[in-house]
């Protein structure tokens, strides 16, 4: 387990409170309030939820809030809803209609503001695009796209019509896009001819066709042109987005599904070689990014949100499209990197656009703190008055850097702890009254029954390590792994009896009841943020031809919080050199994408085995964490692969 926060003595931390200007203004002002609805909540969770699911517009109500038959959830049975009615037209009727509900920044300094009244007539009018393309209710979509509006146009489209959208992350490469189709039955593409990146023009569309060579189930791909760059079109197949929106009307009514409608599908590493499809339904998942954006981003009619989050990952969908959308509010979206043209470009449109709210990740502050105080300095960041922080455990230095910077010191972060599968962030402070202690994620959300159990089940004492689960339903949570309900009810529901969803991640709690979260508990690294399974990246390197066998590890990584570090037997007519070293890492990232190119890739003789033939990843990580292997080896088939290992390793 690679941890963040070593320490054991928490309660020594600084703590910092929230400023009573901030708290007088909250939702939740005070921790006596926070305690009080928290109470409420576990008491009587059906109620809390019932309350905030009411906010939203349904075309039918509900007759029963949950119906629970452990591992499965249904919530709000009997009600109809339409996602994208909640996000977009209930607010391009009514006052919010001229209201920017996106402000969008492309990497070249591009501009557009789409109001809610606009966005209303692009959804429309893509939504159209689907049905005469044949996309019907339930129906999958690959989303392989930039960052740019028609992203998340695209996705409500899907949300609109009760297909489904599996949106494939644009740094994936062709083989990921085609295992994902393949698992998701995926007819219809969206994808663009390329996005803007670090000045240069990414291609995208090669890239899916390069997947679909593989692969004849896809019958139409429907290309935005964003960068102009050259791009062969397949005349049977391939259509351009604007030819499509332009021959159908603006006009189209959102008809209701029923609340466990499945709205999206997102694929994520897990401790197997296939990656999962997280399925997510509808009524549920929206009550969850809906109220916690409400109570733990806070947010109001006169804020202006910014995540900077892709729309690829979990948090790009819950806090980008869904949760911000459903609360009516302003939000910036970017397409490019935070370094172009320097890294002052985050704080430079943090000033133009007046970003109250700031959503990002700790590897990118760490990667701020590096590039100098001078970016920030050089900004009025004044309008700023909350953060959030997301994907990893955020360490002191990189909270207390963001606090002061960022924040000038006044603003509250939110350090949210969640999961795709969770759907929602799970355990986060409430701004107006929780008090921080940096590298805590602090306390439940409403409504959460979150623990820490040993491995016999026992609730762990303060200061203990142990499994961080959740022992009652959520609305949000993931309903199934997409077509395989059975590694659905193993992976998450097996640890223990009772329906107890058991996250995958080790954890403790301090004598306040904070929880600290150490790291994953499985074979998946948290590098960047992104989840990535050693599996995944063991079975890319041996589909190499040179590439007997491979193991993966993690170590930790000042930047990237853990960094890739792979361990490679060549087949017997390969030698080692530089030059296959380069072309194994490549290798990884034309498989899986460039995320997950190993950082170290060491050549062994041979990987340390235990007699039954498991590769002992302990003494891999120990290795690579500190240089030497002094655990326990008594199980090992044949020592001597330990000096040949700690050779390769200081080459
Ligand atoms: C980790 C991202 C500590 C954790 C939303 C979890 C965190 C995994 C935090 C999920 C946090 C996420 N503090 N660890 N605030 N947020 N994690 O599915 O290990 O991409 O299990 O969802 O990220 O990653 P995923």
């Given at each position: 387990m690679s941890s963040q926060n070593p320490s054991l003595n928490h309660d020594k931390d600084t703590v910092h409170k929230p400023s009573k200007e901030f708290s007088s203004k909250a939702?939740?002002?005070?921790m006596g309030a926070y305690r009080k609805l928290y109470k409420e909540s576990i008491e009587k969770p059906n109620k809390f939820w019932a309350r905030e699911a009411k906010e939203l517009v349904w075309q039918k109500p509900w007759e029963k809030v949950l119906t629970w038959k452990a591992p499965h959830a249904k919530w709000f049975d009997g009600g109809k809803l339409n996602v994208c009615e909640n996000c977009v037209d209930r607010h391009a009727a009514g006052?919010?209609?001229?209201?920017?509900?996106i402000i969008w920044e492309g990497e070249p300094g591009d501009k557009r503001v789409i109001t809610y009244g606009q966005l209303q007539k692009d959804v429309c009018r893509f939504a159209n695009v689907l049905l005469k393309n044949g996309v019907k209710a339930k129906d999958c979509v690959l989303i392989y796209m930039p960052m740019v509006p028609e992203a998340a146009i695209a996705m409500l489209a899907c949300a609109r019509i009760g297909a489904v959208h599996n949106v494939v992350f644009g740094g994936f490469a062709a083989e990921a896009i085609a295992d994902r189709l393949e698992d998701s039955g995926a007819k219809v593409i969206v994808t663009a001819d390329g996005g803007w990146r670090r000045g240069k023009v990414v291609a995208l569309k090669p890239v899916v066709d390069e997947a679909l060579t593989k692969s004849s189930q896809v019958t139409r791909v429907i290309v935005l042109n964003r960068c102009n760059n050259s791009i062969a079109m397949e005349p049977t197949r391939d259509v351009w987005w604007h030819d499509e929106v332009g021959t159908v009307s603006s006009k189209h009514i959102a008809k209701g599904f029923d609340s466990e409608h499945p709205l999206f599908v997102l694929y994520t590493s897990g401790s197997t070689g296939k990656p999962k499809g997280i399925l997510h339904t509808s009524g549920g998942y929206l009550t969850g990014t809906y109220s916690t954006c409400k109570?733990?981003?806070?947010?109001?009619?006169?804020d202006v949100f910014w995540c900077?989050?892709?729309?690829?990952?979990i948090t790009g969908h819950s806090y980008i499209v869904y949760g911000p959308l459903a609360n009516g509010v302003t939000q910036v979206m970017y397409e490019g990197?935070?370094?172009?043209?320097?890294?002052g470009r985050f704080w430079k449109m943090v000033e133009e656009y007046g970003v109250t709210i700031f959503y990002t990740a700790p590897t990118a502050i760490r990667a701020f703190i590096k590039a100098g105080n001078p970016f920030p300095e050089?900004?009025?960041?004044?309008?700023?008055r909350l953060l959030g922080s997301v994907g990893e455990p955020i360490n002191p230095e990189a909270w207390n850097w963001y606090h002061k910077?960022?924040?000038?010191?006044?603003c509250p972060i939110v350090d949210t702890w969640w999961q795709t599968e969770t759907?929602?962030?799970?355990?986060?402070?409430i701004p107006g009254a929780t008090p921080c202690k940096p590298g805590t994620a602090t306390l439940p959300f409403f409504g959460i029954d979150a623990a820490i159990l040993d491995d016999a089940g026992k609730e762990c004492k303060a200061g203990e390590d142990g499994r961080l689960v959740i022992r009652k339903p959520w609305p949000?949570?993931?309903?199934?792994i997409y077509g395989d309900k059975e590694r659905f009810k193993k992976t998450y529901?097996?640890?223990?009896?009772?329906?107890i969803y058991s996250a995958g991640d080790g954890a403790r709690r301090d004598k306040d009841g904070n929880f600290w979260i150490i790291g994953?508990?499985?074979?998946?690294l948290n590098v960047s943020g992104h989840r990535l399974g050693t599996a995944e990246i063991e079975s890319a390197l041996v589909?190499?031809?040179?590439?007997?066998e491979a193991a993966v590890v993690g170590r930790p990584d000042d930047m990237k919080g853990q960094a890739v570090a792979a361990f490679v037997t060549l087949k017997e007519e390969f030698v080692e050199s530089e030059n296959l070293r380069d072309e194994l890492r490549n290798h990884v990232g034309k498989v899986i994408?460039?995320?997950?190119?190993?950082d170290d890739l060491h050549f062994a003789v041979g990987l340390p085995k235990t007699r039954?033939?498991?590769?002992?990843?302990r003494l891999l990580k120990e290795l690579v964490c500190t240089g030497r292997i002094s655990g326990?080896?008594?199980?090992?088939?044949?020592?001597?692969v330990i000096d040949s290992l700690l050779r390769s390793i200081k080459r």
């Open positions: 939702r939740i002002s005070s006052p919010r209609k001229n209201k920017a509900a109570y733990i981003f806070d947010m109001r009619d006169e900077t989050a892709d729309v690829g990952w990197a935070p370094n172009f043209p320097d890294f050089a900004h009025d960041l004044s309008s700023l910077y960022i924040g000038g010191g006044k759907g929602a962030i799970l355990i986060s402070p949000s949570m993931i309903r199934s529901w097996s640890d223990y009896a009772g329906g994953r508990l499985d074979d998946v589909s190499h031809p040179a590439v007997a994408g460039a995320i997950a190119k190993p039954s033939g498991k590769i002992m990843r326990n080896i008594t199980t090992l088939e044949d020592g001597s």
